[in-house]
Protein backbone atom coordinates (compact mmCIF):
# COMPACT_ATOMS: atom_id res chain seq x y z
CA UNK A 1 0.00 0.00 0.00
CA UNK A 2 1.41 3.55 -0.70
CA UNK A 3 0.50 6.34 1.65
CA UNK A 4 1.53 9.82 0.90
CA UNK A 5 2.03 13.09 3.20
CA UNK A 6 1.74 16.49 2.33
CA UNK A 7 2.64 19.08 4.62
CA UNK A 8 1.40 22.72 4.49
CA UNK A 9 5.12 24.68 5.10
CA UNK A 10 4.67 28.13 4.04
CA UNK A 11 1.29 30.00 3.46
CA UNK A 12 -0.21 33.09 4.41
CA UNK A 13 -1.74 31.98 7.70
CA UNK A 14 -0.91 30.43 10.74
CA UNK A 15 -4.32 29.21 12.47
CA UNK A 16 -3.59 26.96 15.90
CA UNK A 17 -6.76 26.83 16.78
CA UNK A 18 -7.63 25.54 13.21
CA UNK A 19 -9.36 21.50 13.26
CA UNK A 20 -10.35 20.81 10.02
CA UNK A 21 -10.37 16.99 11.19
CA UNK A 22 -12.74 17.47 13.47
CA UNK A 23 -14.58 20.17 13.17
CA UNK A 24 -15.24 19.38 9.63
CA UNK A 25 -15.10 15.08 9.69
CA UNK A 26 -11.75 16.25 7.29
CA UNK A 27 -10.04 12.68 8.28
CA UNK A 28 -7.16 12.90 6.16
CA UNK A 29 -5.86 16.15 7.65
CA UNK A 30 -4.28 17.07 11.04
CA UNK A 31 -2.62 19.63 12.79
CA UNK A 32 -0.28 19.86 15.78
CA UNK A 33 -1.18 22.73 17.89
CA UNK A 34 2.15 23.21 19.51
CA UNK A 35 3.89 23.09 16.33
CA UNK A 36 1.38 25.65 14.70
CA UNK A 37 1.86 28.22 17.26
CA UNK A 38 5.73 28.10 16.84
CA UNK A 39 5.38 28.61 13.18
CA UNK A 40 5.44 31.37 11.00
CA UNK A 41 3.68 32.73 8.09
CA UNK A 42 4.36 34.37 5.19
CA UNK A 43 3.06 35.46 1.65
CA UNK A 44 4.11 32.19 -0.27
CA UNK A 45 3.85 28.46 -0.57
CA UNK A 46 5.65 25.57 0.08
CA UNK A 47 5.06 21.65 0.75
CA UNK A 48 7.15 18.74 1.70
CA UNK A 49 5.99 15.74 0.45
CA UNK A 50 6.22 11.91 2.12
CA UNK A 51 5.47 9.08 -0.23
CA UNK A 52 6.03 6.05 1.94
CA UNK A 53 5.38 1.92 1.00
CA UNK A 54 3.13 0.71 3.76
CA UNK A 55 2.72 -2.72 5.24
CA UNK A 56 1.52 -2.58 8.53
CA UNK A 57 -0.51 1.12 8.63
CA UNK A 58 -0.27 0.56 12.83
CA UNK A 59 3.36 -0.05 12.63
CA UNK A 60 5.37 3.25 11.45
CA UNK A 61 9.18 2.04 12.30
CA UNK A 62 8.49 -0.10 9.26
CA UNK A 63 6.83 2.93 6.69
CA UNK A 64 9.44 2.51 4.33
CA UNK A 65 9.91 6.16 2.35
CA UNK A 66 10.46 5.89 -1.47
CA UNK A 67 10.08 9.43 -2.56
CA UNK A 68 10.72 12.57 -0.52
CA UNK A 69 9.51 15.65 -2.55
CA UNK A 70 9.86 19.64 -2.14
CA UNK A 71 7.14 21.35 -4.44
CA UNK A 72 7.66 25.48 -3.93
CA UNK A 73 9.91 26.95 -1.48
CA UNK A 74 7.87 29.38 0.21
CA UNK A 75 9.10 33.17 0.34
CA UNK A 76 12.36 35.16 0.66
CA UNK A 77 11.60 35.32 4.40
CA UNK A 78 12.36 31.57 4.43
CA UNK A 79 9.41 30.54 7.01
CA UNK A 80 10.21 27.23 4.65
CA UNK A 81 12.96 26.59 6.93
CA UNK A 82 12.02 27.86 10.04
CA UNK A 83 8.61 25.62 9.84
CA UNK A 84 10.83 22.65 8.85
CA UNK A 85 12.98 23.49 11.69
CA UNK A 86 10.09 23.57 14.25
CA UNK A 87 9.28 20.38 13.32
CA UNK A 88 12.18 18.47 13.20
CA UNK A 89 11.86 17.53 9.66
CA UNK A 90 14.96 16.65 7.60
CA UNK A 91 16.16 17.65 4.00
CA UNK A 92 19.51 15.15 3.07
CA UNK A 93 16.93 12.58 1.64
CA UNK A 94 15.15 14.74 -0.97
CA UNK A 95 14.58 12.98 -4.35
CA UNK A 96 13.21 16.33 -6.36
CA UNK A 97 12.90 19.59 -5.87
CA UNK A 98 9.86 21.26 -7.60
CA UNK A 99 9.02 25.03 -8.71
CA UNK A 100 5.78 25.34 -10.08
CA UNK A 101 6.56 28.53 -11.44
CA UNK A 102 9.49 31.30 -10.97
CA UNK A 103 8.09 33.61 -8.78
CA UNK A 104 9.89 35.40 -5.14
CA UNK A 105 6.80 33.91 -3.06
CA UNK A 106 7.37 29.96 -4.22
CA UNK A 107 10.96 30.01 -5.17
CA UNK A 108 12.05 32.48 -2.00
CA UNK A 109 13.69 29.81 -0.12
CA UNK A 110 15.41 27.41 -3.05
CA UNK A 111 19.24 28.40 -2.69
CA UNK A 112 18.76 28.31 1.04
CA UNK A 113 17.62 24.58 1.01
CA UNK A 114 20.51 23.19 -1.50
CA UNK A 115 23.14 24.64 0.86
CA UNK A 116 21.44 22.29 3.68
CA UNK A 117 21.79 19.04 1.44
CA UNK A 118 25.19 17.69 0.33
CA UNK A 119 23.98 15.31 -2.32
CA UNK A 120 23.26 16.42 -6.01
CA UNK A 121 19.22 16.91 -6.39
CA UNK A 122 17.49 17.15 -9.79
CA UNK A 123 15.49 20.72 -9.69
CA UNK A 124 12.58 20.79 -12.25
CA UNK A 125 11.86 23.98 -13.76
CA UNK A 126 10.75 25.44 -17.22
CA UNK A 127 12.55 27.91 -19.53
CA UNK A 128 10.63 30.84 -18.55
CA UNK A 129 12.66 30.88 -15.15
CA UNK A 130 15.25 32.26 -17.41
CA UNK A 131 13.78 35.13 -17.77
CA UNK A 132 14.18 38.25 -15.49
CA UNK A 133 10.46 39.40 -14.45
CA UNK A 134 8.76 42.71 -13.51
CA UNK A 135 5.79 43.30 -11.66
CA UNK A 136 4.34 47.03 -11.89
CA UNK A 137 3.31 48.51 -8.42
CA UNK A 138 2.22 51.85 -9.11
CA UNK A 139 -1.02 52.14 -10.25
CA UNK A 140 -0.86 55.06 -12.68
CA UNK A 141 1.67 52.95 -14.95
CA UNK A 142 0.42 51.39 -17.55
CA UNK A 143 1.39 48.28 -19.03
CA UNK A 144 1.57 49.90 -22.06
CA UNK A 145 3.90 52.65 -20.84
CA UNK A 146 6.27 49.18 -20.63
CA UNK A 147 6.03 47.10 -23.60
CA UNK A 148 9.09 47.22 -25.88
CA UNK A 149 11.48 48.92 -23.10
CA UNK A 150 14.84 48.05 -23.22
CA UNK A 151 15.77 47.71 -19.43
CA UNK A 152 18.08 50.67 -19.29
CA UNK A 153 15.50 52.66 -19.98
CA UNK A 154 12.75 51.65 -17.07
CA UNK A 155 16.01 51.55 -14.61
CA UNK A 156 14.04 55.13 -12.93
CA UNK A 157 11.19 53.06 -12.42
CA UNK A 158 13.20 50.90 -10.45
CA UNK A 159 14.38 52.69 -8.32
CA UNK A 160 11.37 54.82 -8.01
CA UNK A 161 9.65 51.48 -6.75
CA UNK A 162 7.31 51.96 -9.23
CA UNK A 163 8.30 48.82 -10.59
CA UNK A 164 10.14 46.12 -9.09
CA UNK A 165 12.08 43.26 -10.43
CA UNK A 166 12.98 39.32 -9.78
CA UNK A 167 15.82 37.70 -10.51
CA UNK A 168 15.90 34.53 -13.26
CA UNK A 169 16.93 31.86 -12.09
CA UNK A 170 21.03 31.45 -11.13
CA UNK A 171 21.91 28.12 -12.54
CA UNK A 172 25.66 28.83 -11.68
CA UNK A 173 24.79 28.99 -8.47
CA UNK A 174 22.43 26.16 -8.26
CA UNK A 175 25.57 24.26 -9.58
CA UNK A 176 27.59 24.92 -6.96
CA UNK A 177 25.39 24.10 -4.17
CA UNK A 178 24.66 20.58 -5.96
CA UNK A 179 21.68 21.52 -7.44
CA UNK A 180 20.79 20.18 -11.46
CA UNK A 181 18.26 22.25 -13.12
CA UNK A 182 16.13 20.04 -15.70
CA UNK A 183 14.27 22.83 -17.57
CA UNK A 184 10.86 21.17 -19.57
CA UNK A 185 7.70 22.11 -20.92
CA UNK A 186 6.49 18.69 -21.26
CA UNK A 187 5.14 16.75 -17.66
CA UNK A 188 7.50 15.11 -15.64
CA UNK A 189 7.06 11.63 -14.35
CA UNK A 190 8.51 11.57 -10.97
CA UNK A 191 6.92 7.41 -10.03
CA UNK A 192 4.94 5.12 -11.54
CA UNK A 193 3.69 2.34 -9.70
CA UNK A 194 0.31 0.50 -9.84
CA UNK A 195 -1.17 2.26 -6.56
CA UNK A 196 -0.02 5.94 -7.75
CA UNK A 197 1.66 7.71 -10.36
CA UNK A 198 3.49 11.12 -9.62
CA UNK A 199 3.51 13.37 -12.58
CA UNK A 200 4.65 17.15 -12.60
CA UNK A 201 2.67 18.81 -15.62
CA UNK A 202 4.05 20.43 -18.34
CA UNK A 203 2.90 23.90 -19.97
CA UNK A 204 -1.00 23.85 -19.82
CA UNK A 205 -2.90 25.30 -22.64
CA UNK A 206 -4.62 28.60 -22.10
CA UNK A 207 -8.39 27.65 -23.54
CA UNK A 208 -10.58 29.58 -21.03
CA UNK A 209 -10.60 33.47 -22.00
CA UNK A 210 -11.25 34.69 -19.00
CA UNK A 211 -8.09 32.91 -17.65
CA UNK A 212 -5.44 34.27 -19.86
CA UNK A 213 -2.57 36.05 -18.38
CA UNK A 214 -2.15 39.27 -19.79
CA UNK A 215 -0.82 41.84 -17.41
CA UNK A 216 3.01 40.18 -16.20
CA UNK A 217 6.08 41.20 -18.20
CA UNK A 218 9.52 39.99 -18.62
CA UNK A 219 12.64 40.73 -20.16
CA UNK A 220 12.36 38.58 -23.38
CA UNK A 221 15.66 39.11 -25.91
CA UNK A 222 16.40 42.38 -24.13
CA UNK A 223 13.15 43.94 -24.66
CA UNK A 224 10.05 44.09 -22.12
CA UNK A 225 7.19 41.23 -23.24
CA UNK A 226 3.94 39.97 -22.35
CA UNK A 227 5.03 37.40 -19.79
CA UNK A 228 1.97 34.36 -20.04
CA UNK A 229 3.51 32.68 -17.44
CA UNK A 230 4.14 29.46 -18.98
CA UNK A 231 5.95 28.10 -16.40
CA UNK A 232 3.09 27.61 -14.29
CA UNK A 233 2.86 23.80 -13.21
CA UNK A 234 0.25 21.65 -11.15
CA UNK A 235 1.21 18.00 -9.38
CA UNK A 236 -0.79 15.25 -10.06
CA UNK A 237 -1.51 12.43 -7.86
CA UNK A 238 -3.14 9.54 -9.92
CA UNK A 239 -4.27 6.76 -7.29
CA UNK A 240 -6.53 4.01 -8.53
CA UNK A 241 -9.88 5.57 -7.97
CA UNK A 242 -8.71 9.17 -7.56
CA UNK A 243 -6.79 12.17 -8.26
CA UNK A 244 -5.44 14.69 -5.81
CA UNK A 245 -4.28 17.89 -7.18
CA UNK A 246 -1.64 20.15 -6.20
CA UNK A 247 -1.22 24.30 -7.18
CA UNK A 248 1.18 26.47 -7.02
CA UNK A 249 -0.61 29.76 -8.15
CA UNK A 250 -2.70 28.97 -10.81
CA UNK A 251 -1.98 31.44 -13.21
CA UNK A 252 -3.26 29.60 -15.97
CA UNK A 253 -6.39 29.07 -14.52
CA UNK A 254 -8.59 26.43 -12.54
CA UNK A 255 -10.50 25.69 -15.13
CA UNK A 256 -7.57 25.61 -17.79
CA UNK A 257 -5.83 23.38 -15.75
CA UNK A 258 -8.81 20.62 -14.71
CA UNK A 259 -8.88 20.44 -18.64
CA UNK A 260 -5.57 19.76 -18.77
CA UNK A 261 -5.40 17.21 -15.86
CA UNK A 262 -8.57 15.56 -17.30
CA UNK A 263 -6.74 14.86 -20.11
CA UNK A 264 -4.08 12.43 -18.42
CA UNK A 265 -6.23 11.03 -16.22
CA UNK A 266 -9.61 9.79 -16.36
CA UNK A 267 -9.64 9.04 -12.92
CA UNK A 268 -12.37 11.17 -10.80
CA UNK A 269 -10.40 14.66 -9.19
CA UNK A 270 -11.41 14.51 -5.54
CA UNK A 271 -8.97 17.26 -3.68
CA UNK A 272 -7.46 20.61 -5.12
CA UNK A 273 -4.87 22.27 -3.06
CA UNK A 274 -2.97 25.19 -3.62
CA UNK A 275 -2.85 28.97 -5.14
CA UNK A 276 -5.71 29.21 -7.30
CA UNK A 277 -5.13 33.08 -7.90
CA UNK A 278 -8.35 33.98 -7.54
CA UNK A 279 -8.04 36.49 -5.05
CA UNK A 280 -8.38 39.64 -7.26
CA UNK A 281 -10.76 37.59 -10.55
CA UNK A 282 -13.95 39.30 -10.68
CA UNK A 283 -17.09 38.38 -9.80
CA UNK A 284 -18.15 37.06 -13.22
CA UNK A 285 -14.79 35.17 -13.19
CA UNK A 286 -15.69 33.20 -10.07
CA UNK A 287 -19.37 32.58 -10.88
CA UNK A 288 -17.83 31.32 -14.38
CA UNK A 289 -15.35 29.18 -12.56
CA UNK A 290 -17.92 27.70 -9.55
CA UNK A 291 -20.41 26.68 -12.61
CA UNK A 292 -17.49 24.78 -14.19
CA UNK A 293 -16.51 23.08 -10.87
CA UNK A 294 -20.37 22.14 -10.83
CA UNK A 295 -20.03 20.47 -14.17
CA UNK A 296 -16.67 19.27 -15.12
CA UNK A 297 -16.94 15.97 -14.13
CA UNK A 298 -19.24 13.17 -12.46
CA UNK A 299 -20.04 13.21 -8.84
CA UNK A 300 -19.87 10.10 -6.98
CA UNK A 301 -18.09 11.57 -4.25
CA UNK A 302 -17.39 15.27 -2.54
CA UNK A 303 -15.11 17.11 -4.40
CA UNK A 304 -12.74 18.78 -1.39
CA UNK A 305 -11.46 22.20 -2.28
CA UNK A 306 -8.46 23.89 -0.50
CA UNK A 307 -7.71 27.37 -2.18
CA UNK A 308 -4.77 29.04 -0.28
CA UNK A 309 -2.45 31.87 -0.59
CA UNK A 310 -3.14 33.52 -3.77
CA UNK A 311 -7.12 32.93 -3.91
CA UNK A 312 -8.56 34.94 -1.98
CA UNK A 313 -11.33 34.24 1.30
CA UNK A 314 -14.11 35.37 -1.20
CA UNK A 315 -13.55 32.40 -3.66
CA UNK A 316 -14.05 29.96 -0.43
CA UNK A 317 -17.04 32.01 0.42
CA UNK A 318 -18.80 31.71 -2.62
CA UNK A 319 -18.06 27.84 -3.02
CA UNK A 320 -19.79 27.31 0.46
CA UNK A 321 -22.19 29.85 -0.23
CA UNK A 322 -24.04 27.75 -3.38
CA UNK A 323 -24.24 25.11 -0.96
CA UNK A 324 -23.66 21.94 -3.32
CA UNK A 325 -23.14 19.02 -1.56
CA UNK A 326 -20.82 17.63 -3.86
CA UNK A 327 -18.35 20.41 -3.25
CA UNK A 328 -16.84 21.80 -0.02
CA UNK A 329 -13.96 24.30 0.39
CA UNK A 330 -11.83 25.10 3.22
CA UNK A 331 -8.95 27.25 4.27
CA UNK A 332 -5.68 25.82 5.52
CA UNK A 333 -3.51 27.04 8.27
CA UNK A 334 0.66 26.61 7.75
CA UNK A 335 1.16 22.88 9.44
CA UNK A 336 -1.73 21.08 8.05
CA UNK A 337 -0.71 17.68 6.92
CA UNK A 338 -2.90 15.41 4.54
CA UNK A 339 -2.58 12.25 4.68
CA UNK A 340 -4.06 9.87 1.50
CA UNK A 341 -3.97 6.09 0.26
Not at 77 to 83: D, K, M, P, Q, S
Not at 135 to 143: F, G, P, V
Amino acid sequence: MIKIEIILLTNNVVLPFHNLKYDHGLEFTELNRLYTTRSLAEHGLGFLINVYDVHDSQDKENYKLIKKIIFDTGGPNLTFLHNLDVRGYTLYDIDYILLSHWHYDHVGALYKILEKIEKRIPIISHDSSKYERFHRRSRDLRKDDLLGKRREEILHLLSESKIINQEPINVKTINNLNGEVIFTKDPYELLNRDELKIILSGEIPRIHNDEDVDSALSLQDDVLKTDKILDDKCLIFEFKDKVILLNGCCHSGLKNTLDYVKQITNKPISHIIGGLHMAGASDNRIKTTIKYLRTFQEFDNILYIFPIHCSGEKFIREINKINTPQIKGFNLSVGTVFTFY
